[in-house]
């Protein structure tokens, strides 16, 4: 990869566009200004981290509270905040921890950390049949090494294969399966050897040139699934791929067409090949399913998840194996300072135990369901939305300056996005021009209606200002 960074999922944020100075001027007090200034100072800078837009003081819930005193709703949260930002519950069992045991130094074990990985085993076999064997991490991108590295012992392969456009962490390995080339540009170096990657399932925008109706659905008889197909073929040439690395679903985000998870696990099954999901972000109930790969009916051999396992306080990361791949006991995997850590271990916990417990899974899938429908409407009213996309409460709106070439509309998009936070809702865009909206489980109908209702407006007002 030469050259400038081509357009990315992370790419496009308003962090990194002329806009923010002008948003900063109409929305920041002194002190707000004096804070970004040192945070500008002291920090490396990079890609859509520093700068910064404005300082937070307060996280609760569904929703954020700037220095300067505005409130905004949430939508997007780095995908933390499942249960809402700051959970009561979490915090006191993170406090009661502390008081009780606050780590576990190697060679010696808390009972929090195989209560946690007793949970996520017995998850992973309700879904894939198999026992689930478990590593914790810190980070995601740690915890895709982890699964990398082990699909390379069991395997005695090293490649793996996996998606442009894909992220998976900001380490080496996870940089190399990762397709962005914000985190693998040729000023980086060599990334791991033998990471190949193909075109990604994407149908509004088919890498293979298949068109979608007017709802954004690929015509399979047409298509073939000629991106699944592609998988396929790599692994046949290829013959010794280890894994084939890839989120379920994409968090752009692109939903996959029917089918193509299937194919591609009979792909890797023909091949001697793992199937690594990476759930980072949308595992444990994102997309209305506990797993998003469930949606596809096609099972992992190994998943990883993160973020809002943490409870949206600890950072904590897990890679999930099938047991019978436990094939590397004489070797080093992650072996992380915080692996069997107690209190991320008690976050986890507690996490898990009020995502069942309070059934925000089903309630993401009905109100996920609610807003898409809702967001189609908007479609019917709004031209620069060319095309509307999610499963349960991750989504996508894609801004074009015109649905017949459906040229991304970027410049609208970032415009779209501040008039947004102005309003008080908070989002991220991917790809430059998808409007992603990420909101917690816990959000209600209202919060939903609050959100689609500024972006309504915010899409009005760009069509009068055009
Ligand atoms: C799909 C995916 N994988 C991996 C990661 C990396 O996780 P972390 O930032 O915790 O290292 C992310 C983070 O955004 C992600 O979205």
Known sequence: MKGEPLPAQSE??????????????QH?????????????????????????????VRAQGVYIHD????????FHGNNVHHLGHGHPEVVV?????L?????????????????LAEALSRRFEAFTGHAGRVLFTTGGSDAVEVAIKLARMVTGRYKTLSFWDAFHGAGFGASSVGGESLFRHSRMGPMVPGTEHVAPFGCYRCAYGHPVDAQGQPDLQRCALACAAMVRYVLEREGDVAAVVAEPA?????????????????ACHAHGTLLIFDEIPTGLGKTGRFFAAEHDQAVPDITVLGKALGGGVMPLAACVARADLNVAGDFALGHYTHEKNPVTAAAGLTTLRIIEREGWVEHAREVGAYALQRLRELQSRHPLIGDVRGRGLL??????ESRQDKRPAKAAAERVLSRCLSQGLSFKTTMGNVLTWTPPLIVSREQMDEALDILDRSLSEELRAA
């Not at 220095?67 to 949430?74: T, V």
């Not at 069992?93 to 921890?97: F, L, T, V, Y």
């Open 12 to 25: 496009g944020d308003i962090n990194s566009t002329p806009l923010r100075a002008q948003w900063q001027s």
């Open 28 to 56: 920041l007090d002194a002190a707000s200004r004096a804070l970004l200034e040192r945070d500008n100072r002291v920090f490396l800078h990079q890609s859509v981290s520093t700068p910064c837009l404005s300082p937070i």
């Open 67 to 74: 220095m300067a005193g505005k409130r905004y709703l949430d």
């Open 93 to 97: 069992a993170i406090k009661a921890q």
């Open 99 to 115: 008081d009780e045991l606050s780590f576990a130094p190697r060679r010696f074990v808390s009972e929090r950390a195989v209560e």
């Open 250 to 266: 994409r968090a752009v985000p692109f939903i996959p067409p029917p089918g193509y998870w299937q194919a591609v696990r009979e």
């Open 395 to 400: 989504m996508g709106i894609a801004l074009v």
